[in-house]
């Protein structure tokens, strides 16, 4: 008995054809805003790769602008077979390839979930490629005459700006680098040279950030020496004052926005997958519904349509015995061909 079998006469049958043609276009519409998101998402990552500290990152927004692309394709086709199904001399040409196109729209389908869970799951190594490469970032933001490293710093002070963030976990981070290059530094002066002879590494390093930390909402002009020394400002105490530099880490802040944006991405990779789902039933329940009708002559005629043949006991058993037939007939086939050398 067949499985989800139902009455189908021609009001009907042009109701399904005129609904799936128009859920395969929202699905290509998907398509296009995943490959332009996809796209956007890879440009995103570029901007600030010099502080991801590997390339896989550009691993899923290449997929995802893939996935796009073949979206468009496998949707756009379908909605063309849903407009011929309305004309048998134009659908006959379609039905022939109509099982292979459904078994490749399933087989997409997992392609589309595995991909969803990509978007969810990058998000961990994100995490670390930031934590990696904004520390690394963090070191070379002086070297501004070394060639590979010379716009590290105009990187890290937009990305500052932009992101409203300040460092790698927080401001402090900047307090363990010495960020401030050798050739602006008076090695006469007393105070560098105690700096540097207290440091056992032989760094300059000093209770400072950037200019790119300073909080322009901040009613106080920025403090952005001196941080932790009260005496060195007036009315002044930085327990417990609001700091007016930002206090939240960049590495936090950039995991929030590409987060968020690998967040929408997946959720719409999702729905798409539940477009092409839904047009998959539908286009079942229309080829079997123009396949089974009772006068093939006369289009106004009753059918009935289905999703499974057989149920689906029957057809899961018919499909492993397929396999082993298959593979039976491989073997004797390789058998014959070992002989055959002998």
């Known amino acids: 008995m067949a499985l989800g079998a139902v009455k189908f006469d021609l009001p009907k049958r042009i109701k399904l054809a005129q609904g799936l ?10 398509g296009i805003l995943i490959f332009s998101m996809g796209l956007f998402f890879k440009i995103e990552l570029r901007k600030r790769s010099e502080m991801m500290d590997n390339n896989e990152s550009h691993f899923v927004p290449n997929l995802l602008i893939l996935v796009g692309l073949a979206a468009c394709s496998i949707n756009a086709f379908g909605g063309k077979v849903c407009h011929d199904s309305l004309d048998s001399a134009k659908f006959s040409k379609w039905k022939p390839m109509m099982k292979n196109y459904l078994c490749g729209c399933f087989a997409f389908s997992i392609i589309l ?3 969803a869970l990509l978007c969810f799951l990058m ?7 930031l934590a990696e490469g904004l520390k690394n970032g963090m070191k070379y933001y002086k070297d501004t005459d ?3 490293r010379c716009y590290m710093k105009r990187t890290l002070d937009m990305t500052q700006i932009e992101f409203r963030c300040c460092g790698n976990n927080n401001f402090r981070d900047w307090f363990e680098i010495q960020w401030v290059s050798n050739r602006y530094l008076d090695f006469n002066n007393d105070e560098v040279k105690d700096r540097i002879t207290s440091n056992v590494e032989g760094k300059y390093l000093m209770d400072s ?4 930390c300073c909080n322009p909402g901040s009613p106080r002009p920025c403090i952005q020496h001196h941080l ?6 007036y009315d002044y105490d930085h327990h417990t004052e609001e700091l007016n530099i930002w206090t939240r880490g960049c590495r936090e802040a950039l995991v929030s926005y590409y987060g968020g944006m690998m967040n929408s991405i997946g959720a719409l990779v999702l729905l798409v997958m539940v477009l092409q789902a839904a047009d998959m039933v539908g ?3 229309l080829t079997t519904s123009l396949e089974t009708l009772t006068n093939p002559e006369n289009p106004e005629s009753e059918s009935e349509g289905w999703l499974l043949e057989k149920s689906v006991k029957e057809t899961v058993s018919d499909v492993l015995q397929n396999i082993k037939s298959l593979g039976k007939k491989n073997q004797v086939e390789g058998a014959e061909v070992a002989a055959s050398s002998s």
């Open 113 to 115: 979930f595995i991909m």
């Open 123 to 129: 998000q961990i190594s994100l995490h670390f490629a």
């Open 209 to 212: 950030v950037p200019f790119s």
């Open 146 to 148: 070394t060639p590979g």
């Open 283 to 285: 286009l079942k329940y």
């Open 21 to 30: 043609w128009l859920l395969y276009w929202l699905a290509v519409m998907g």
């Open 228 to 233: 932790t020394n009260n005496s060195a400002h």
